[in-house]
């Protein structure tokens, strides 16, 4: 099974700054690296899928990089929505894993 | 519009029996992948369980693996889940997502909960 790690657990930022996500994979996935957006209460959302390819209809801000086994996600500037918790997840051999997530918090 | 409306959670004893639902619309069911996903009330995202567009391929996490069964009714847009010998850790919402490129998942459903406990 691929573990999924992400750092940091919490982040802390203000709207306006940017903020950076790390996911870091027991082994490599390759390109096969999405990130999820998930706020209280709903179902997560599809932000980024083949660790850098923008779903649709997410705004540009959100961005990702990577392969292997080091990831990241990076929002350039926060807006008060994207206070949320973030998991990345990866895909092999049709069995799927989560990271553990990390909350992204308002400042 | 995409739909999926899951249905069967509820209150089980341990070592009981439930049967999850996941009926979908507003895409072609057949052509796609699916999966439950599970979230622990106040913990992360854990995938459960995966099927293939055809129903013949099947995968599932080692924490369900011979107690959860996954399937689906192409002819009735229905997934499902056959949960048995469940054990209160097993008491999560859990969702349906379809499959999007590479066993990622573009679209959920709002969740049902089941709750393990005497």
């Known amino acids: 099974e691929t573990v999924l790690t992400q750092s940091p657990a919490t982040l802390s930022l203000s709207p306006g700054e940017r903020a950076t996500l790390s996911c870091r994979a027991s082994?490599?996935?390759?390109?096969?690296l999405a990130w999820y957006q998930q706020k209280p209460g709903q179902a997560p959302r599809l932000l980024i899928y083949?660790?850098?390819n923008r779903a649709t209809g997410i705004p540009a801000r959100f961005s990702g990089s990577g392969s292997g086994t080091d990831f990241t996600l990076t929002i350039s500037s926060l807006e008060p929505e994207d206070f949320a918790v973030y998991y990345c997840?990866?895909?092999?051999?049709?069995?799927?894993?989560f990271g553990q997530g990390t909350k992204l918090e308002i400042k | 519009e995409v739909q999926l409306l899951e249905s069967g959670g509820g209150l089980v004893q341990p070592g009981g029996s439930l049967r999850l639902s996941c009926a979908a619309s507003g895409f072609t069911f057949n052509n796609y992948g699916m999966s439950w996903v599970r979230q622990a009330p106040g913990r992360g995202l854990e995938w459960v369980s995966a099927i293939n567009s055809g129903g013949e391929v099947t995968r599932y996490a080692d924490s369900v693996k011979g107690r959860f069964t996954i399937s689906r009714d192409n002819s009735k847009n229905t997934l499902y889940l056959q949960m048995s010998s469940l054990r209160a850790e097993d008491t999560a919402v859990y969702y349906c997502?379809?499959?999007?490129?590479?066993?990622?998942?573009?679209?959920w459903g709002q969740g049902t909960l089941v709750t393990v406990s005497s």
């Open positions: 997502a379809k499959d999007f490129n590479r066993g990622n998942f573009d679209y």
């Open positions: 997840q990866q895909c092999t051999n049709w069995a799927r894993t």
């Open positions: 083949d660790a850098s």
């Open positions: 082994q490599s996935v390759g390109t096969f």
